[in-house]
């Protein structure tokens, strides 16, 4: 397990990209290492598609290094049938059966078509849509022509793949199910490298985290470090029964920070180092408190967090 | 010998996409149906027409007149002094012809003019000139010898623009018109519609903007290469069959196929159609929304060239006709149409080729140039000066 994840596959240094007055990318740095699944996160309009079409050349880089450990052409760019990229904007041929566009996917990837047709039908099949492999895409509901866009993305089995957005359109249920092909994959021996807004999903699966914000590195580790280093903090959820009241921040001690839910709940985050007795005593004497629950920040806690405070 | 094939695959893909043998035959099918009703309604139309048609005369008409007359007419001879009450009567029930004379001035009503009048009117200049040849005692013999055109003997030092050639150019330019045409179409649904499915980032993270666009190049020229051989296949088959039912010989049209010149003149098409497919790409490609954009009437561009290079026809061995023959946009079908008129020695045919190949080479480059930088531009469509820009920081 140590040498699976000792090799560097990807390396990206001081990589910068603006377009016109906006500085999309701004001097970020980081490292992919075999048989890693590498979550790329950040707010809307952070960079993170911006890096990844560097990333697979499709813009080019204003400044900075990007160094793959694939077989690559002049370009230095991975080889295409090493490397699976399920793009943000989503798009197939409507007009063609289903099984056609993905073989044809598969094969401009360096897949033989009857060994992509194969692979094709087993990946239908598990998805529930083995019958429905000769309509057209336009056919399908959002839902499962998202299924197919994934099929198209890993169906030649890539070395490298780069999923933007993969959650994305999908119900609950679909979403679980993803997370266990992305597993499998990556289990078959592929990096992945995701970005996604759905923390609670990337907790499942991810081992290394980047976050970026406005186009600069907020956090950059193992998912294991960032609890480490913010996840200490103590988080109390409390649910009022009338409106929550505005001042119960200057009623409690050792407050990081306070946010509002909704009307009745409020989600409360102290310092590492807060004594919860002295705050559960604070607490009681507060009116109308129905329920309360303590707990330690999750990922989306502390995205939060850190994006806030990064843009503080 | 990855990035050929890539090109292969992405060819074999275009091509897969728009050369739908089904649609051919039944465009072909139609045509063929069509071809027939017209055949067969013109015959039955023209059956109906062979009756002879009434006339009305007056009983004074001369007498050689109405044995004409009577070939192609059903005659009914009435007094002079009923032409007012007949007049009347064609006016009334909107039918019938009158027929009068005064010595040498006739006179004709009618409801409206037809083509029974025309006939009428040809058989009355026929007499008339008859009439003026015995006032002057001249023979039919002696007219003949008089309108009989001068015998001349012609001798060409270079007498190789023979009239199949010709016809042969216009052949080839007409399918290039035909295959432009389809590749307008083809480029225009091909490359804005992946654009607008947002296929494109898919496709380009796997292959390269130069071989995205030499696929789309090839497979769009096969497809229009396709569509050219079906129609040129059927015009063949049309002509002989037309030949073999107006008692012609199959040989009439075969004469037609000159192999000199259709082995001078495919390459010369082909390479044409290659350059034009490189260029309606690259404007394609940079149309974001075909039903809004201004830049779709640029792809008609292709068609005004082709046509410019009939003029070449008019006077081969002009200034202009020889510019146009070396001119890359113009001379796949100038040159060609330059050699079946006039003497064109082989280093010109050669050199008209070889600059034809370095453009084409040259403006897939381009397209592919100008696809890579306008690739991810969606909403506003971009000008040409931002494309030139955007190129040269790229």
Known sequence: MKDLHSKPILKVNSLSKSFVNVQAVSNISFTIEQGDIFAFLGPNGAGKTTTLRILLDIIQADSGQIEWNLIGGKNSLPFAEQIGYLPEERGLYTDIPIIRSLVYLASIRGMDPSKARVAAMEWLERLGLADRSKEKLQALSKGNQQKIQFIASILHKPIFAILDEPFSGLDPLNQEKFIEYIKEINKQGATILLSAHQMALVEKIANKVFLINNGKEVYNGSLSSIYDLFGKKHVIDLLFKTPAPDNIFQTLSQVESMDRVDDYRVRITFMQETDLKKVLSELARIEDIINLTSHRPDLHDIFLQLVKTHNQ | ?394
């Not at chain 2, 009450?85 to 003019?113: P, R």
């Not at chain 2, 009048?117 to 007499?127: M, S």
Request: glycine share 4%.
């Open chain 2, 1 to 394: 010998m990855k990035y050929l094939n890539q090109v292969i695959t992405v060819t074999r893909w275009e091509y897969r996409r728009f050369f739908k043998p089904k649609n051919e035959l039944l465009g072909l099918s139609i045509m063929l149906l069509v071809s027939i009703v017209s055949y067969f309604g013109g015959k039955y139309a023209f059956s109906g027409s062979s009756e002879k048609s009434d006339l009305i005369v007056s009983q004074n008409l001369d007498c050689k007149l109405t044995e004409r007359l009577l070939i192609d007419f059903k005659l009914h001879e009435v007094p002079a002094e009923q032409k007012s009450t007949i007049i009347e009567t064609i006016s009334n029930e909107k039918k019938g012809i009158l027929l009068f004379n005064n010595g040498n001035v006739f006179t004709i009503h009618a409801y409206k003019d037809s083509k029974v009048l025309k006939n009428l009117r040809t058989i009355l200049d026929e007499y008339q000139r008859l009439q003026k040849m015995q006032d002057i005692e001249l023979s039919q013999a002696d007219l003949d010898n008089i309108l009989s055109p001068p015998t001349i003997i012609e001798s060409f030092v270079y007498s190789k623009n023979s009239q199949r050639r010709v016809l042969l150019t216009y052949f080839f330019a007409g399918l290039m018109i035909m295959a432009v045409l389809l590749s307008f179409a083809y480029q225009f649904t091909a490359i804005t519609g992946e654009k607008q499915l947002k296929i494109t980032e898919q496709i380009v993270s796997a292959i390269s903007p130069q071989v995205w666009m030499d696929g789309k190049i090839f497979g769009i020229t096969l497809t229009g290469i396709s569509s050219m051989f079906t129609y040129s296949l059927l015009g063949i088959i049309g002509g002989i069959l037309f030949f073999q039912f107006t008692g012609a010989p199959v040989s009439t049209i075969i004469n037609y196929l000159h192999l000199p010149s259709i082995l001078l003149f495919l390459p010369f098409a082909l390479t044409g159609i290659l350059i034009w497919n490189a260029l309606l790409a690259a404007i394609a490609s940079i149309i974001t929304d075909p039903n809004n954009s201004g830049k779709s009437s640029l792809m008609m561009l292709p068609l005004v060239f082709v046509i410019a290079s009939f003029t070449v026809t008019r006077d081969p061995d002009s200034a202009l006709s020889v510019f146009l023959s070396w001119f890359p946009f113009t001379s796949a079908t100038a040159m060609p149409m330059r050699w079946a008129i006039t003497e064109v020695e082989i280093w010109k045919l050669a050199g008209s080729f070889f600059v034809l190949i370095v453009t084409f080479y040259l403006l897939r480059i381009l397209a592919a140039k100008i696809f890579r930088v306008s690739i991810l531009i969606s909403g506003k469509e971009p000008s040409w000066n931002q494309i030139f820009k955007l190129m040269k920081e790229s």
